[in-house]
């Protein structure tokens, strides 16, 4: 109609215009995609032609809780969001990089859009979208000639544990750091002499400032703030990434992502947990349990079916048992402020007592968590003196976190208490549904389920065993040599750290591993055989500086989070020598190693080593995602969203908005194994400490997200 009513020439110049608002429809049905009534579809132009490879946001604030859907475009700039809610309305913009984000524009399901893009004007602003990865590698590095003693950093503190603290243990542990609220100072702090300065200031904010300070000033010897300061000097000069993203291509340009606020502004959302790993059908579309550790103990519920948000209030059996901040039995954080927030003042925003960690569910639906119970100190039948076979073998003075359970069938809270620590939860596949925990410190610890259910007696459920290593070669657990303590002929050898960090039962053979060392001590693998009660431990080479969360294939094989900025892998078939005796101690099977490369530049100086500091790996061993079985997938922190490796390569899987999406863990679901990709799905939550710090700033929310990888961009 509006052709004919208007000249050639004027219809050309009312289609540019239209097309310079970003609020023109396709003009042609052929160059856009078919889409159903609860589609968004069309085409993402510039003057340039088709944009391949940007994403396509949609979201709206008119259901229960903020919602969004993002997509990749095709290589002729196609989209199609699908299954939209229908009846609301949404915003809907295209993001890329080389590009600024394009006007915003209002949109319902069933509609086709042609939406113009307009590239970046100058590198700063095409930068401001990049990746924190491409800023934080801006980070200098100590030249290996600082260490040792020759400088201001403590002589104990080598260049490989520095690396390790800049990586994904100390401040990426917790935080993205390079997105624009980290790689700026804010200016409620005031003005400062230097960028070493306003970090010395910057740290001592909020509930964990004294951590911070404690580790930034203590441990590393205050030489940490020179390096930060100077990183954030540079770019407050107008210093930029020397390297640029790739837009999504491939199989990256298949991926789905929908996103739903959860938990509040000022709470942060450690972890969520969706399915029984064994057996992912279990809660099929069923809602999510959220596990907002030492924020709040009102643990946020998301039914992704109605876009609804509830909370769950978890006590503790002792009322009166203190708050709890941080890692249990080492407190790294104060109960009120010490010193002013740039955004919350001095208000104290965190107050918790039950300090939910981690959740897994089991194959009956009901959901396991690493929590308090209760205080630190353990009752009698954990200490010297008790009766308690696994405290006969080796008493447990403190606790502090153990172990409790909700069946959402009858909202039934229940304590399980243990002697030993608790930290991540993970279901065995033995017939006793056997709980493996990690966090347990010096010790494995375990709660049989079955017998917990039968008997309602969590003490008789629960045991546990020190790491001994078999080095007289016998086969089982005779007397042994302490840790720190000279090996002794004819005895095993206990060893100890930092203990467990990741736990991962074999589901095969029946052996328990674990990340272990991730803090202090020697970094690498643990392999524990519940039957002999005998341990393995398989250090992490030196090049592989350490190792952070892990996870273990169909077929034995451990995957891990590398501080090399490499995902770690390790199969112990490889092994050569043998695997007790004298020597078999940590460094004796070096062949069973291998290093991934994770995307993104380095460090000056370690270009070789991708700067990404991930935070968890998690193996996919029911394509619950639709990369294939047996898939490792690790959490990419600094990246925005995730990578998983498969064939080789390794597969970007982005999540763009809201900018600084920062994941601890993730879990994969099949609600329909007959629905194709659409019944299948990764799950996550955006997990860093302050989600003030990502796009939007004060007053977001933790985003539970769901990535899904259909066949084709155009697939609805």
């Given at each position: 109609?509006?052709r004919?009513?208007?000249?050639?020439?004027?219809?050309a110049?009312v289609?540019?215009?239209l097309?310079?608002?970003?609020?023109?429809?396709?003009?042609?049905?052929?160059?856009?995609?078919?889409?159903?009534?609860?589609?968004?579809?069309?085409?993402?132009?510039?003057?340039?032609?088709?944009?391949?490879?940007?994403?396509?946001?949609?979201?709206?604030?008119?259901?229960?809780?903020?919602?969004?859907r993002?997509?990749?475009?095709?290589d002729q700039?196609?989209?199609?969001?699908?299954?939209?809610?229908?009846?609301?309305?949404?915003?809907?913009?295209?993001r890329?990089?080389?590009?600024?984000?394009?006007?915003?524009?209002r949109?319902?399901?069933?509609?086709?859009?042609?939406?113009t893009?307009?590239?970046?004007?100058?590198?700063a602003?095409?930068?401001?979208?990049?990746p924190?990865i491409?800023?934080?590698?801006?980070?200098?590095?100590p030249?290996?000639?600082?260490?040792?003693?020759?400088?201001?950093?403590?002589?104990?503190?080598?260049?490989?544990?520095?690396?390790?603290?800049?990586?994904?243990?100390?401040?990426?542990?917790?935080?993205?750091?390079?997105?624009?609220?980290?790689?700026?100072?804010?200016?409620?702090?005031?003005?400062?002499?230097?960028?070493?300065?306003a970090?010395?200031?910057?740290?001592?904010?909020?509930?964990t400032?004294?951590?911070?300070?404690?580790?930034l000033?203590?441990?590393?010897g205050?030489?940490?703030f020179?390096?930060?300061?100077?990183?954030t000097d540079?770019?407050?000069k107008?210093?930029?990434?020397?390297?640029?993203?790739a837009?999504?291509?491939?199989?990256?340009?298949?991926?789905?992502?929908t996103?739903?606020?959860?938990?509040?502004?000022?709470?942060?959302?450690?972890?969520?947990?969706?399915?029984?790993?064994?057996?992912?059908?279990?809660?099929?579309?069923?809602?999510?349990?959220?596990?907002?550790?030492?924020?709040t103990?009102?643990?946020?519920?998301l039914?992704?079916?109605?876009?609804?948000?509830?909370?769950?209030?978890?006590?503790?059996a002792?009322?009166?048992?203190?708050?709890?901040?941080?890692?249990?039995?080492?407190?790294?954080?104060?109960?009120?402020?010490?010193?002013?927030?740039?955004?919350?003042?001095?208000?104290?925003?965190?107050?918790?007592?039950?300090?939910?960690?981690?959740g897994?569910?089991?194959?009956k639906?009901?959901?396991?968590?690493?929590?308090?119970?209760r205080?630190?100190?353990?009752?009698?039948?954990?200490?010297?003196g008790?009766?308690?076979?696994?405290?006969?073998?080796?008493?447990?003075?403190?606790?502090g976190?153990?172990?409790?359970?909700?069946?959402p069938?009858?909202?039934?809270?229940?304590?399980?208490?243990?002697?030993?620590?608790?930290?991540?939860?993970?279901?065995?596949?033995?017939?006793?549904?056997?709980?493996?925990?990690?966090?347990?410190?010096?010790?494995?610890?375990?709660?049989?389920?079955?017998?917990?259910?039968?008997t309602?007696?969590a003490?008789?459920a629960?045991?546990?065993?020190?790491?001994?290593?078999d080095?007289?070669?016998?086969?089982?657990?005779?007397?042994?040599s302490?840790p720190?303590k000279?090996?002794?002929?004819?005895?095993?050898?206990?060893?100890?750290?930092?203990?467990?960090?990741?736990?991962?039962p074999?589901?095969?053979d029946?052996?328990?591993?674990?990340?272990?060392?991730?803090?202090?001590g020697?970094?690498?693998?643990?392999?524990?055989?519940?039957?002999?009660?005998?341990?393995?431990?398989?250090?992490?080479?030196k090049?592989?500086?350490?190792?952070?969360?892990g996870?273990?294939?169909?077929?034995?094989?451990?995957?891990?989070?590398?501080?090399?900025g490499?995902?770690?892998?390790?199969?112990?078939?490889?092994?050569?020598?043998?695997?007790?005796?004298?020597?078999?101690?940590?460094?004796?099977?070096?062949?069973?190693?291998?290093?991934?490369?994770?995307?993104?530049?380095?460090?000056?100086?370690?270009?070789?080593?991708?700067?990404?500091?991930?935070?968890?790996?998690?193996?996919?061993?029911?394509?619950?995602?639709?990369?294939?079985?047996?898939?490792?997938?690790?959490?990419?922190?600094?990246?925005?969203?995730?990578v998983?490796?498969?064939?080789?390569?390794?597969?970007?899987?982005?999540?763009?908005?809201?900018?600084?999406?920062?994941a601890?863990?993730?879990?994969?679901?099949?609600?329909?194994?007959?629905?194709?990709?659409?019944?299948?799905?990764?799950?996550?939550?955006?997990?860093?400490?302050?989600?003030w710090?990502?796009?939007?700033g004060?007053?977001?929310?933790?985003?539970?997200?769901?990535?899904?990888?259909?066949?084709?961009?155009?697939?609805?």
């Amino acid at each position: 109609m509006l052709r004919s009513l208007l000249p050639r020439t004027c219809f050309a110049v009312v289609l540019a215009l239209l097309a310079f608002m970003g609020l023109s429809h396709a003009p042609a049905a052929a160059q856009s995609p078919a889409i159903d009534d609860d589609d968004i579809g069309g085409v993402v132009r510039s003057a340039s032609g088709p944009e391949a490879g940007v994403w396509v946001i949609a979201e709206t604030t008119e259901l229960p809780t903020k919602f969004a859907r993002i997509v990749v475009t095709d290589d002729q700039g196609r989209f199609v969001i699908p299954d939209l809610p229908k009846s609301v309305n949404y915003t809907v913009w295209a993001r890329g990089y080389g590009l600024i984000d394009s006007p915003k524009r209002r949109a319902k399901a069933g509609q086709v859009l042609e939406i113009t893009a307009a590239a970046a004007p100058d590198a700063a602003s095409a930068a401001q979208y990049y990746p924190a990865i491409y800023w934080y590698s801006m980070l200098k590095m100590p030249p290996a000639k600082d260490f040792g003693g020759a400088s201001d950093i403590p002589q104990n503190i080598s260049l490989e544990l520095w690396r390790r603290r800049f990586n994904n243990t100390d401040c990426i542990g917790c935080h993205q750091i390079g997105q624009e609220a980290t790689r700026t100072v804010p200016a409620a702090f005031g003005t400062f002499k230097s960028g070493e300065e306003a970090w010395m200031r910057r740290v001592a904010s909020g509930q964990t400032g004294e951590w911070m300070i404690n580790r930034l000033a203590g441990e590393l010897g205050g030489v940490p703030f020179k390096y930060l300061g100077d990183w954030t000097d540079r770019i407050a000069k107008g210093a930029l990434p020397p390297s640029k993203p790739a837009r999504p291509e491939g199989v990256e340009r298949n991926v789905v992502v929908t996103s739903w606020e959860w938990a509040t502004e000022k709470h942060f959302v450690h972890d969520l947990i969706s399915s029984d790993r064994r057996y992912p059908t279990v809660n099929a579309y069923g809602p999510l349990y959220g596990s907002p550790e030492y924020s709040t103990d009102d643990m946020p519920i998301l039914d992704p079916k109605t876009h609804t948000v509830r909370f769950f209030k978890m006590p503790v059996a002792d009322p009166k048992a203190p708050e709890s901040f941080g890692p249990p039995l080492h407190p790294n954080a104060t109960v009120n402020p010490i010193g002013a927030s740039a955004y919350w003042g001095e208000e104290k925003i965190w107050s918790q007592k039950a300090n939910n960690h981690n959740g897994m569910f089991d194959k009956k639906g009901r959901v396991w968590f690493a929590a308090a119970v209760r205080g630190i100190e353990n009752p009698d039948v954990c200490k010297k003196g008790s009766e308690h076979p696994s405290a006969k073998a080796f008493p447990l003075e403190r606790s502090g976190r153990q172990v409790s359970m909700l069946d959402p069938a009858t909202n039934k809270y229940n304590f399980i208490d243990t002697c030993f620590t608790t930290h991540h939860p993970q279901f065995g596949y033995d017939a006793d549904d056997t709980l493996w925990l990690s966090g347990t410190g010096p010790v494995a610890g375990w709660v049989n389920t079955r017998l917990w259910e039968e008997t309602g007696d969590a003490f008789k459920a629960q045991g546990w065993a020190p790491f001994v290593l078999d080095t007289n070669a016998n086969g089982r657990v005779d007397d042994y040599s302490e840790p720190g303590k000279p090996a002794e002929a004819g005895k095993d050898m206990r060893v100890a750290g930092s203990g467990p960090y990741a736990v991962m039962p074999h589901p095969s053979d029946g052996s328990v591993w674990y990340t272990v060392n991730v803090f202090v001590g020697t970094p690498g693998f643990m392999r524990f055989d519940p039957k002999t009660k005998l341990s393995e431990f398989y250090a992490i080479p030196k090049n592989g500086i350490g190792v952070r969360g892990g996870d273990i294939d169909k077929n034995g094989v451990l995957w891990g989070s590398g501080s090399n900025g490499s995902l770690i892998s390790f199969d112990r078939r490889k092994c050569k020598g043998p695997l007790n005796g004298p020597t078999a101690t940590g460094e004796h099977c070096p062949e069973g190693f291998a290093f991934h490369r994770y995307p993104g530049p380095g460090f000056e100086g370690f270009e070789t080593d991708s700067a990404e500091a991930s935070y968890y790996t998690w193996v996919d061993h029911h394509d619950t995602v639709g990369l294939g079985e047996n898939v490792p997938i690790s959490t990419a922190n600094l990246n925005d969203g995730f990578v998983a490796y498969k064939d080789g390569k390794m597969i970007m899987l982005r999540i763009p908005y809201p900018i600084g999406f920062f994941a601890k863990g993730l879990d994969g679901r099949i609600d329909d194994p007959n629905a194709g990709w659409k019944g299948r799905g990764l799950w996550s939550t955006s997990g860093d400490r302050t989600p003030w710090l990502m796009e939007g700033g004060k007053g977001s929310k933790p985003r539970a997200v769901h990535i899904q990888v259909r066949p084709d961009p155009l697939a609805k």
